[in-house]
């Protein structure tokens, strides 16, 4: 089932300004991962923290944490017309066995306006 | 540096023929998926392999089958296609522990009429 859910679903800027995206999450987590596609693309991850992390900073990216309302949130900071993609949380449960078995929420498509 | 590889980049099936998907991981990762990717249902797990000679169901297996081939090589087929199946599939591998990002192929995009 799924695990995360972004929001908002779809959000469109203008090139300059800022881009928040939220995550809910349901269960206990190890860690909460974002990553992007781009249009006909693969994923690639962008950022990963940890459960016992509340903020972490990667360029142009923060990623806060917090797991008391089971909630994460992906900041991009003076976006680019190359930002837009889609966004997607995963997170990150271990199982008996030792393997991590993440699950992804549905993502929220950014369109940045040049 | 390849990462993951899939084949066929683009496939279209009747219904009822098989086929496989293949997929492979140059970077010595111990853990392989299978995901699909259907509009507005984000990606969802239907098989992955924690670790060479073992495979696990994940969220939608029905009409799937896999095979770790070795640490490099991970399968997907599909017996008798059916149109449900039509869906961009994914492959990704990653270290077996749990704090390790995944990394993704480019997907196989497959249509089934």
């Known amino acids: 089932s799924q695990q995360g859910e972004e929001d908002p679903q779809a959000l469109s800027i203008q090139e300059g300004e800022n881009a928040t995206m939220n995550c809910s999450y349901k269960t206990s987590i190890n860690n909460l991962q974002w990553y992007r596609q781009n249009s006909g693309r693969g994923l690639v991850h962008l950022i990963l923290i940890r459960s016992n992390e509340r903020e972490k900073h990667s360029g142009r990216l923060r990623v806060t944490l917090d797991t008391s309302k089971k909630s994460s949130s992906l900041l991009i900071t003076a976006s680019r017309a190359a930002d837009t993609a889609s966004y997607f949380c995963?997170?990150?449960?271990?199982?008996?066995?030792?393997?991590?078995?993440?699950?992804f929420g549905r993502g929220t498509s950014l369109i940045v306006h040049p | 540096n390849a990462g993951v590889t899939q084949t066929p980049k683009f496939q279209v099936l009747k219904t009822g023929q098989s086929m496989t998907l293949q997929c492979a991981q140059d970077m010595n990762h111990n853990s392989m998926y299978w995901y699909r990717q259907d509009p507005g249902m984000g990606l969802r797990l239907i098989y992955y392999?924690?670790?060479?000679?073992?495979?696990d169901k994940g969220e939608v297996p029905n009409g799937y089958n896999v095979s770790r081939l070795n640490k490099r090589e991970f399968s997907l087929r599909l017996e008798s296609a059916a149109p449900s199946q039509t869906s961009v599939y994914f492959c990704?591998?990653?270290?077996?522990?749990?704090?390790?990002?995944?990394?993704f192929g480019d997907g196989t995009r497959l249509s089934i009429l």
């Open positions: 392999s924690a670790s060479e000679g073992t495979t």
């Open positions: 995963s997170d990150g449960r271990g199982n008996p066995g030792g393997s991590y078995i993440p699950t």
């Open positions: 990704a591998s990653s270290e077996r522990t749990v704090t390790q990002p995944q990394h």
